[in-house]
């Protein structure tokens, strides 16, 4: 079994919230849950401090 990490109650991740959780940045993008890691590829912003854009996209802080 995969290793489980809580992250919170599921109706506090309202469409266009993104947390940190541990090593991975979680959110809700337009109702679809999602977690990535963390760290951004480009200079290692956290990315738990990113927003959604109206896309639907996780950009960067
Ligand atoms: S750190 Fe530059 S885009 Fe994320």
């Known amino acids: 079994m995969a290793d489980e990490l809580p992250v919170?109650?599921?109706?506090e991740l309202t469409p266009g919230a993104v947390m940190g959780?541990?090593?991975?940045?979680?959110?809700?993008?337009?109702g679809?849950?999602?977690?990535?890691?963390?760290?951004?590829?480009?200079?290692?912003a956290?990315?738990?401090g990113g927003s959604i854009d109206k896309q639907g996209c996780l950009v960067c802080p």
């Not at 919170?8 to 109706?11: K, N, P």
């Not at 959780?21 to 337009?30: F, I, K, Q, R």
């Open 21 to 30: 959780a541990g090593h991975y940045a979680v959110g809700n993008a337009s």
């Open 32 to 44: 679809r849950l999602f977690a990535v890691s963390r760290r951004c590829r480009h200079l290692g």
């Open 8 to 11: 919170c109650v599921v109706s």
């Open 46 to 48: 956290d990315l738990a």
